[in-house]
């Protein structure tokens, strides 16, 4: 299908958020259904009549039930008792058993009032109770759906994408692994974040270009690029550019001998002073054509290319070195001319363009060579070194993508140094996980993405590290019984003898006196008188003794029995050390997924999963800065309300995945040109700025689309003292 420039431009626009600031390298999902709160007031029940006011009526009936059967049982009596009055009386016994027949009925039926109201007041009471239940259940339902609708918009509100930042403190981050798609699209996400903020140079190093979504997406937002491709676009390439002939002759000699390790020291520096001299005799006009002909000539060729004059050949070839010298190293010059020579078009037509604020430089598919090797170093040392002479105050991030061919690792650590230097961030992508990769690591952060092969997943995992945890190591399960049986007998006898003495004594005296008058005349005198005396005593002595024996025998038999039961159970644990993130789980990540690590100060791993995808923007819910952390939900009771009736909506489902094809893939318009919205277009509004003006060009205004493949001609920068312009982008927040 054919994409028209307008097409083109509504595809780019939602990715403008990609450029929102803050650098981020992925984006983390959250279930928000997580922190839904639950609506805990418990819904009313019913409530029964009170017991009080049953007892009452149940009183009542029973009252009313025997007053009627006083009634009857009076009445009847006293009616009855009436009429066999009236057999006797006549008429007035009848009146009166009318009488009482009249108070009986009176009596019955007023005595059924006192139950009937107390009935009344029961169901009444009843009444109310159900119409209060009605009323509290519909208000609570209401309540309910109020506070449902409620939480799901509040639910809807939060978001569930949010951004991964690198983190302010680590200037560097490795990434290793990934597929094809998977890298470009980190490669997008970071790089975009990242222009933001500050200039970016990318070495895609891949030979898959995964640097062109960037790149086009970069260029619709009014960035200056400037994509090179190696060694297809040599010519306009600014790899040499700012390097003096010292700095260019060390780069070269650093690529010559960069594959070989046992490179002596002799060498270099005979090579280097070879170079020197040479440069010195090419004075200011020094390129890689003029140093590969200038070494043509010591060697002693012919060469018509007319890249030197007739006077510098002959001074080359006559003055520079001595014949003899010339014999000795022929050897080594050959080896240094035909490493320069494939790339004596090296920046030639660069016609003193400036660097970009987005600078790609970019391995086209040429099969692999001695050339495309030698370009991966120098590039590599070339922004090392620019770098090292930066004078600006805010220095550009790096990006490394590295392809299947191993880079060197003491490039890559010169220009880590050299970044951690001068402060500049350094990126780099690893596609595999051995030889440097896994020399490296730990540099920085880390990221992984997926790692098909086993040997690398194990790295990775030992990477993370083990973490220790008590497991279930043995049950013990024991059960025991112990039977005791005893008999006891026992046999005594017993003797006791027993002696008693006494002994008494008793005594006893008595005496007395008497005497009596007889009267026997009525003058008072007596007649006769008698007195007598008598007088006695006893004494008695007693003795006894007596002995008692007593034999007794006794016998006992005890019979005791017991049985004891013992259960015993046991759990024994032990601590193990397993795996963070066991390998098989790094093997199976989706094609988006990332797992960012970070070592904390005491040494602890915290792991971050994370999603790459581009076109994550375009979905519902999603926030460019980090997820606020949001509290769980609380069981918190929530009182009855009656506020406006509101419908209740259903909560969200969560947002699907982003889809996973390429978020720019722009066709070529019909007629083979290109669609106008490649390069040298204003960029698009980021969302929700509509009003904003598109974000300029530095200088010079919007360059014009130049035809072609891709990439096409980057835009012509007006000369300048600085390296990494930054007057006109990134725009002013």
Known sequence: MTVQPNEARAEVEPLSRLFDPGQRIGWVYRDAEAFRHAFTQPPP??????????????????????????????????????????????????????VSAAGAVVLYTQSGGAATTADQKVEQVRHELAQRYQHESAAWTHAKSQFEYTEDQRIRGLDVWGALPVGTGNARLDVFGGTRRSREGFLTVFGASTLRERPLI??????????????????????????????SQQPQSSILDGLQPAELVDALVEAVYGDTSEATRAGRSMDSRILNRLCEALGDDVTPARIAAGLRALLGDLDDSGTLTRAERNRISDDLLPDKSKDQIREGLMRLESFVQPLAGLGTERAGRG??????????????????????????????????????????????????HEVQRRHLEQLARVCEWRGAQLTVMHAHLRETARDMIGGGAVAFMRLGNHQEAGVAADFLGRDYKFILHSLTDTQGESVSDSVTHTTGTSTSTATSVGFSRSWGENWGTSSSSTYSDGFGFPTSTTSGSSSGGNYSESENRSVTKTFGTNESTAHTKGTTVSTSDGTTTQRVYEYVLEPTQLQGLAEFSLVFVERGPDGAVRTHAAVCNPNIVKLERFSNQPLVELPLPQQVAVPPQRPAAAPAQPAQAPPPQAPTHPVYEPQPAPGGQPHGGAYGVYGAQPTGQPQQPAWPWPQGGAPQQAPGSWPPQAPPAQPHQQQWPGQGWPPQQ
């Open 355 to 404: 660097p970009g604020y987005l600078t790609c430089f970019s391995l086209d598919r040429t099969t692999g060579s001695a050339s495309v090797e030698l370009l991966t170093d120098l590039a590599i040392l070339s922004v090392a070194r620019r770098l090292s002479t930066l004078v600006e105050e805010q220095a550009p991030a790096v990006v490394v993508a590295l392809g299947e």
């Open 202 to 231: 990318v070495l895609d190093l891949t030979q898959s270009q995964i640097c062109r979504e960037l790149s086009i997406l970069s260029a619709e937002m009014g960035a200056p690029v400037d994509v090179q491709l190696l060694p």
């Open 45 to 98: 029940a019913p409530v029964d009549v009170p017991e009080t006011l049953l007892n009452r009526a149940r009183a009542a009936r029973l009252n009313t039930a025997d007053r009627k059967g006083t009634a009857l049982k009076v009445g009847g009596g006293l009616t009855a008792f009436f009429l066999l009055v009236s057999l006797f009386a006549g008429g007035i016994g009848l009146l009166l058993a009318a």
